[in-house]
């Protein structure tokens, strides 16, 4: 991936904005992250270069360089100080006035076991952490022979992330499904009939719920663990950029918690 990616993903969220007003504060609150996002990756890549390397399997968060990344994270925080809705703002102030050393224990101990979508500051806490050292890991998977894959996982397999959502893309006469890392985005098949989280095979114990409103993105959920995940449906809309498409989806996230369903893993913005 190039740093444009980045560039993709903030034009989409821009464009969704006038789409999807009732999510066009979190889409204009995106793109400003996601611009910081991609200065981060930047410096990695300026300072690591560009050829790949083997890391064991299921082992990417086996490294973090903070020194690298140190020097972007006190502006990282004033754009979330600047641009977050509500407290979020707050929590980066007070992150921000912190010292060099703390940052490196509470980065580090997040990287280790990486947590999303916490109530109150916690959450505002983990948010932080996460924005921030996603385009590190995302610099790291790209930059590693992929393992050969002999049977197919329900978890990143090359950091150990939970997916954050399936995408659907046209395969022969019809469409296969991939798995996208919530921390480092990776991609990865999985089976169409098959929840990612307790491995339900009996499609009628699975559900999938589309509205005409968001046609590319739909609810994919699991009657015997209760269970979801959003897909982006590529097949319907090629222009799509997954990560942004799952984020505006916010409805549907509305429409499972409704029905007692817990999702497999909260996005970047706390749906």
Not at 204 to 228: D, F, K, M, S, W
Not at 255 to 268: C, D, F, G, M, S
Request: glycine share 10%.
């Amino acid at each position: 991936m190039t740093s444009g990616r980045w560039d993709e993903r903030i034009q989409r969220a821009q464009r969704l904005s006038t789409e999807y007003p009732f999510a066009a504060e979190i889409l204009r609150f995106y793109g400003h992250v996601a611009g910081a996002q991609k200065r981060v990756y930047e410096r990695v890549r300026a300072a690591c270069g560009d050829a790949r390397v083997q890391r064991p399997a299921g082992g990417l968060r086996e490294e973090l360089d903070l020194t690298i990344l140190l020097p972007e994270f006190r502006g990282f925080l004033g754009i979330a100080e600047k641009y977050a809705p509500g407290a979020l703002g707050e929590t980066a102030k007070e992150l921000a006035a912190g010292d060099p050393a703390s940052w490196v224990e509470w980065l580090t101990e997040w990287w280790g076991a990486p947590e999303s979508g916490g109530e109150g500051a916690e959450g505002h806490r983990q948010f932080c952490a996460r924005a921030f050292l996603e385009p590190y890991a995302e610099y790291l998977a790209e930059h590693t022979e992929l393992p050969v894959l002999e049977m197919t996982p329900s978890v990143c397999p090359l950091c150990g992330g939970r997916p954050q959502m399936g995408v659907l893309r046209e395969e022969g006469d019809g469409a296969a499904r991939s798995l996208v890392c919530s921390l480092c985005a990776t991609e990865w098949r999985y089976g169409r009939i098959l929840c990612p989280a307790c491995g339900e095979s009996n499609e009628t114990h699975l559900a999938i719920y589309v509205v005409e409103e968001i046609p590319q993105v739909r609810v994919e959920g699991c009657e015997t663990c209760q269970v979801y995940m959003k897909t982006v449906d590529l097949t319907k809309a090629g222009l799509a950029v997954p990560i942004v498409d799952e984020i505006a989806a916010m409805p549907l996230d509305l429409w499972a918690a409704e029905r007692n369903y817990t999702k497999l893993q909260r996005n970047l913005m706390g749906f």
